[in-house]
């Protein structure tokens, strides 16, 4: 694949719900940018940036743990929660703490979910479960009812109800009652190559995705107006979700990464725990 041979920075989007906020003031012109923006799940989106074929976008954090020889960590952006995400969550038929020796179908869309998942379980709870990968969606449309499953973004705002699934965990809510900390699901990462390609842009890149996040923040009502067309939740829940989101990557985000990450070291997810490394343009001036 021919790396870093478009003429414009290419921007990876998360086809969730969740980065509204953000992109729907760069998409309708409510934001104006230069970006070229690229749709999908966000494991399609690490391995677009892990092929050098994006050069910035919302990774999962676990690929920013995994490579972070490859990228550094846009400042004060992300997709955290501080207690209940409403859209992470594990549904089980039977209590949780049962679940022991069990199987588990889990999303193959967010491997940052997955690993906090078996976080949870081998690490706070003791508990040894595995993981079969497979599509939640298809799964349960096709009649079968696996004991418990992980669903993320739409999916998980579409089947929290289940009748057949009333144990829940929102794995925001369990990581904060363990930790105290917030938990953050995604981050916006840049690629070290493009920074040498795109140097002279970047700094407006950066104050363009800081302006579309303020301005989504500030209009929730019109972020839920459009949110709404999707058909998963109407406006009142919408807009309780988007109020359980955060956005920003400062301290406290900062600290429960890092701890994320070290758990991440402890269940060999990752080798050490990386270094957060937050880009700055001015540190790039000659």
């Known amino acids: 694949m021919g790396q870093f041979s478009h003429e414009r920075l290419r921007l990876g989007k998360i086809g969730f719900l969740n980065v509204l906020p953000i992109y729907h003031p760069l998409e309708s012109g409510i934001v104006s940018h230069s970006f070229d923006i ?5 494991a399609y989106l690490n391995g677009l940036m892990a092929e050098g074929d994006l050069d910035l976008s919302v990774v999962s954090s676990i690929e920013y743990a995994r490579h972070p020889e490859r990228y550094f960590i846009l400042p004060d952006l992300s997709i955290s929660c501080r207690g209940a ?33 078996r976080i949870l379980f081998s690490v706070r709870r003791g508990m040894n479960v595995a993981f079969q990968p497979g599509n939640c969606t298809d799964v349960l449309s096709r009649g079968e009812e696996p004991v418990a499953f992980l669903a993320i973004g739409d999916e998980a705002l579409r089947f929290r109800e289940h009748e057949h699934y009333p144990y829940r965990w929102d794995l925001g809510e369990e990581w904060l009652s363990w930790t105290g900390l917030p938990f953050v699901f995604a981050l916006w990462v840049i690629q070290r190559k493009a920074v040498e390609r795109w140097n002279g842009h970047l700094k407006a890149a950066i104050d363009t995705l800081t302006s579309a996040k303020e301005w989504g923040c500030a209009h929730l009502a ?62 790039f001036v000659a």
């Open 38 to 42: 690229v749709s999908g799940t966000p």
């Open 85 to 117: 995400v409403k859209s992470v969550l594990l549904l089980s038929r039977i209590p949780i703490d049962q679940l022991d020796g069990r199987s588990i179908l889990v999303s193959t869309q967010s491997h940052t979910s997955v690993a906090l998942l």
């Open 222 to 283: 019109t972020i839920c107006a459009e949110a709404v067309k999707k058909g998963i939740l109407g406006s009142l829940e919408l807009h309780d979700y988007y109020q359980s989101l955060g956005f920003n990557l400062q301290a406290e985000e900062q600290k429960g990464l890092e701890l994320f990450y070290r758990y991440l070291s402890q269940i060999r997810e990752v080798r050490t725990p990386p270094r957060l490394e937050i880009f700055s343009p001015l540190a």
